[in-house]
């Protein structure tokens, strides 16, 4: 496992010793300088102070110290009349100046002068003068080395202070019961850290009405299919009791019919748990007024056996992204509904326009309607419209999860969803993308 403190030790003393690696190449290369600039003056001083007699007077009276100095003097004539270290790799002539030669020893600093009637040159290694340079800079960073350990100790404990409102938040998690959802405290707590916490709290948020709405949607799950589940078990006990066949065909009827609505109503259940989601799975572009034709097309059959007349009144080509089996599960609920709730001999138009660039999708019957005060409330989960006298003329059973399902996807895909009366004094629904 990865650790953010070890990362950050490695990384910090990674860059303070390239840091001092680049200062002790820049004191090196200074300090070479400067001693260039110092021996140099040297070698000059040197050769200044040699007498200017002839060479037989001074002979042997001059010493040139312990700098690794080699001196060499020829009269005017260009003989070679003194030669202080005879074995060193130097040129047998004389170049008047500073130049630098390269020999198979190494590199030599050389100096030529007159000085009266001798021509002077003096050598000095540069070796010399990389060692000085490399001990002026050695001196200068082994502080800095020296004191390595104990920044990575100072670094270490550092950045441990600096983490411990992470552990503090880690323990507040981990000591949290499952069902404790509450916000963490964000107070006290570095700049860093505290989106952090508020993330956590948004998560925590968001996760606490996501359990509320499951709560709610499985309570209410539980509530419905008991009614639904007690009556196939009635009808099943009135299968078993039956005494002839025509009371067992009629309590076979009555059982399938009750089985017909628990299974509706538990598809009706796991269409509105898929749709709880607040985003769309799939996001494509749908051609809508195909996909609102295959709706049309697949309940036509059903339509024309409770007696309606289903069928496409206008349609405009149209496009919408988002998830076609979201969206087809939506229309099959709207157009279910018409068709149930309309009489036999009624009539269900659908129909799509585009109005100023937004789809909208219209499905009208000439039912029973829904009264103005509850058409709000029928989006709720298994409200069910109050019984008028059309409604108990349809005598349609229903879960009240239809419309809920409807507004959930409609949600999804950022369209509304409103109803009014229809032209044939029944439910009128749009669906505006």
Partial sequence: MRSIRRQLLFWLLALVLLGVGIAGWLIYRQALAEANELFDYQL??????LPSEPFSQVLGSRDTGDEGIVLQIWNRNGVLMYYSRPRAPLAPRAELGFSTEHTERGDWRVYGAIVGDNVVQLAQPVSVRNRLAANVALRTLWPLIVLLPLLGVAVWVVVGRGLRPLRRVTSALDARH???LDPLPDQRLPLEVQPLVRALNGLLERLATALDIQKAFVADAAHELRTPLAAVQIQS?????????TTRSEALADLQAGVTRATRLAEQLLALARSEPDGVAATN????????QDCVVAYAPLAQNRGVDLGIEASEPATVIGDADALRVMFNNLVDNATKYTPRGGRVDVSLHVEEGHPVVRIADSGPGIEPAERERVFDRFYRAGASANRVRTDVAGSGLGLAIVRRIATQHHAAVKLDESATGGLQVDVRF
């Fill in 285 to 292: 572009a749908i051609d809508l007024r195909a996909l609102l």
């Fill in 178 to 180: 499952p069902e404790a």
């Fill in 44 to 49: 000059e001083q040197i050769a200044a102070a």
């Fill in 237 to 245: 006990q009135l299968v078993a009791r039956a005494k002839d066949d």
